[in-house]
């Protein structure tokens, strides 16, 4: 029995010994097994310092683990500790439990050529041609606890494009993840570059179908996105920083059903293109979301903040400008970049939601600070460069859909102010009500334009300008009032033809400016918006330049609202000018007075017949009363006797009777008989009477003009008329004023 029992001692002892050894062996063997058949595993070298496994325990330790290229020099994957404990006794139950995994100082590299990935050889070592056998049912559970990955690096290499993209100091904490039921509580931790810190919380429901997101990113270097930025625009750099803060509530299910709240901020943010032009610089742009969900497809912000924008806008002699490439111009590389397929996915959803609910934008609080804007424009035969500084511009409860009301301020090339006051629909053009204010603007600094529509440069003036366009259900009404002080229009440029090239514009405002060389215009404008043919600016220049023709051509018809006052109209039968008359002289003087230069012709038209006939009625009507009033050869005639002598009608029947004695047919019964009776007894003296007259009137003209108004007797000259050249005039009698001078002739030569 002790024979029995010893050799039973010794057999036992031998198989404790042998899993002993076992046991102490599994390490090595297991290292060395790996090493050496490496490429039949997994296709690649690898190499192991240490490998630790304890079976009873159910821990594995490895210790510099390397995984290298294909070349089997370059690692590919390093990882300077890796730990894990597995509950054996758990397996008993279906359930796989590992209580602790820890990766640290993993160093992995990617590197990416177009469709090439340095791990493709990994995927196709693992890949079968044969069919996978369909999925069973299984109740064997998975359950991951004390996930940790430190101290770890990720570089990833893209060599078509050049770039490189670094994430650093890489901490990932996950307590505990079910794959069960794949409830999840993720923590994340990293360093983006040399600055940025990424720190992200994700829990997903025991369902799988509700997750809560939180990210902060700090600092991040805007740079990293420049090179696939490149592969689609023609840009040379993008700098900038950016900081996230937000909280996203979703579901699994729709990748775009979503509530973000937080915010967004990108401070120094500069782009500049391939050709040297910076594009737009921006110091801050900040972005308060009070919720935004995709799927509902409504964005309301609590404050959208743009500050310190610079931007230049350039339009080339081709008429390209430096913002084609914002366009898709001048693309590097013709086949579609991962961000552009991404892009493609997410309008493509966005599309579907937009076709079931119009998008919502809400911005409580809109503001634009600080604003610098260059634009340069080298189509125009002088080219052109204006400067827009200090803008600001805001809002309150601005949005897409509704009626908003829009505040903008702005210096205009250092000297000139802009207000600008906007109510109107961003979705509707047919309704807006728009008040622009522009004051202390250089005239000379819009001289480009001039000579691109009327062949003249600007050389002097001070320009305001104030204006109001109302549009409703389509029509628009405008006017624009123009105030110009001290301008001064340069020579029209030779061998060059403007746009509107009859325009006198030299000749116009000279005439338009007053005796203190300044000008006041109203322009008003109307049209309908949906008509192809209408343009503001076209119409407005024409409206101007139309202006600009009529007071060239008839410079007094601005004195009134009379389009006949081109000329000054006179009652030959009155002894002297109307108080009308006199007014339009007082008119004209005045603005004769304020241009020197001018001399002018009043050239005398009359009907001479006509005169004549009247004047000879008057004198029938005289002798007529003198017979009736025998006493007025001894008083005389004074105001009361001429004023009644003139209110006799010519179908008096007393009249009649005292002009039959006169008439070849004795009787005498109708107006016309009379008036053929007055002018066979006194044309000739009337004829002379008219003459008279009419000097007397010229003498009295040139007398008021240059002794009581102050005219130089060289500004003012006047044309008597030729009766035998009266013969076909049936007009009023009227001095018709020609603008002859030499400072006059020689405008008009230039124009």
Request: net charge negative; charged share 25%; proline share 3%.
């Amino acid at each position: 029995m002790k024979k029995v029992l010893k050799i039973v001692g010794f057999f036992l002892g031998g198989i404790v010994l042998l899993v002993v050894l076992a046991l102490l062996l599994v390490s090595p063997i297991a290292k060395s097994y790996i090493q050496k058949h490496d490429k039949e595993l997994l296709g690649r070298e690898v190499t192991i310092e240490k490998l630790r496994i304890n079976v009873l325990a159910g821990k594995v330790k490895i210790q510099d683990l390397v995984v290298y290229e294909d070349d089997d020099i370059s690692p590919f994957f390093r990882l300077d500790k890796f730990e894990t404990k597995i509950k054996l006794r758990d397996l008993l139950h279906s359930q796989l439990t590992v209580k602790r995994l820890l990766l640290s100082g993993l160093k992995v590299l990617i590197e990416q050529d177009r469709t090439w990935f340095n791990f493709n050889s990994l995927i196709e070592h693992f890949a079968s041609d044969e069919p996978k056998p369909e999925k069973k049912e299984s109740n064997f559970g998975v359950l991951l606890q004390d996930i940790l990955i430190d101290h770890s690096i990720i570089r990833y290499v893209d060599l078509s494009i050049g770039s490189e993209f670094l994430l650093n100091n890489l901490t990932i904490r996950i307590p505990s993840i079910d794959l069960s039921t794949l409830k999840t509580n993720v923590g994340l931790d990293l360093c983006i570059g040399d600055s940025a810190t990424l720190h992200t919380q994700f829990h997903l429901s025991e369902n799988a179908e509700e997750y809560v997101v939180d990210l902060k990113l700090n600092n991040l270097e805007l740079d990293v996105i420049e090179p696939y930025l490149k592969q689609s625009l023609a840009v040379d750099s993008l700098r900038g920083r950016a900081d996230f803060d937000l909280h996203a509530l979703g579901n699994t299910e729709h990748i775009l059903d979503f509530d973000l709240t937080g915010g967004i901020a990108l401070h120094d943010l500069s782009l500049q293109d391939s050709e040297g032009y910076r594009l737009g610089y921006i110091d801050t742009i900040y972005a308060g979301i009070q919720k935004f969900n995709m799927n509902q497809n409504y964005l309301d912000l609590s404050k959208l903040y743009l500050s310190g924008l610079r931007s230049e806008y350039i339009t080339h002699p081709d008429k390209s400008t430096n913002f084609d490439i914002v366009m898709g111009k001048n693309k590097v590389h013709s086949d579609t970049t991962v961000f552009e397929k991404i892009g493609d996915t997410i309008a493509a959803e966005f599309a579907e939601v937009q076709e079931r609910k119009p998008l919502r934008i809400l911005v409580e609080d809109l503001c634009l600070d600080n604003t610098h804007l260059l634009y340069a424009d080298s189509t125009l035969p002088d080219p052109f460069l204006y400067e827009i500084s200090g803008l600001k511009m805001t809002s309150d409860n601005f949005k897409l859909n509704g009626t908003n009301t829009v505040r903008l301020q702005a210096l205009l090339n250092q000297s000139g102010k802009l207000d600008v006051l906007w109510k109107g629909d961003l979705n509707s053009l047919d309704n807006h009500n728009l008040t622009l204010m522009l004051s202390n603007l250089k005239f000379s600094d819009f001289s480009p334009y001039s000579i691109q529509m009327f062949g003249y440069p600007l050389e002097k003036g001070t320009l305001s300008f104030h204006s109001q366009n109302v549009v409703t259900n389509g029509n628009l009404t405008g006017i624009n009032k123009i105030q110009i002080a001290d301008p001064k229009v340069g020579d029209k440029w030779k061998d060059f033809e403007p746009q509107m090239s009859r325009i006198p514009l030299k000749l116009g405002f000279y005439l338009l400016t007053d005796k203190d060389d300044k000008l006041h215009l109203e322009v008003p404008i109307s049209g309908n918006l949906h008509d192809p043919e209408f343009s503001y600016w076209k119409m407005a220049m024409k409206v101007l330049g139309n202006l600009v023709v009529k007071v060239a051509t008839s410079p007094f018809r601005l004195l009134s609202s009379d389009d006949d006052h081109q000329y000054l109209s006179f009652n030959l039968l009155q002894h002297d000018f109307t108080a009308e008359e006199y007014s339009q002289l007082d008119d004209m003087a005045d603005f004769m007075l304020g241009k020197p230069e001018m001399t002018i012709v009043l050239d005398q038209k009359v009907n001479f017949n006509d005169l004549v006939q009247q004047f000879s009625n008057l004198q029938l009507q005289r002798d007529y009363y003198l017979s009736q009033h025998p006493e007025i050869d001894s008083t005389g005639i004074d105001f009361l006797t001429n004023e009644a002598i003139r209110s006799i009608k010519l179908t008096d029947k007393g009249l009649y009777e005292f002009a039959s004695q006169f008439a070849e047919q004795g009787t005498v019964d109708s107006k016309k008989e009379v008036e053929s009776v007055a002018l066979s007894r006194y044309a000739e003296k009337s004829s002379s009477m008219v003459t008279r007259v009419l000097e007397h009137r010229n003498e009295l003209l040139l007398a008021y003009l240059i002794h009581v108004k102050g005219l130089k007797e060289s500004q003012i000259s006047i044309k008597t008329p030729d009766p035998s050249s009266m013969s076909d005039y049936k007009k009023d009698c009227r001095y018709e004023i020609v603008v002859n001078s030499s400072e006059m002739d020689e405008l008009s030569t230039d124009d």
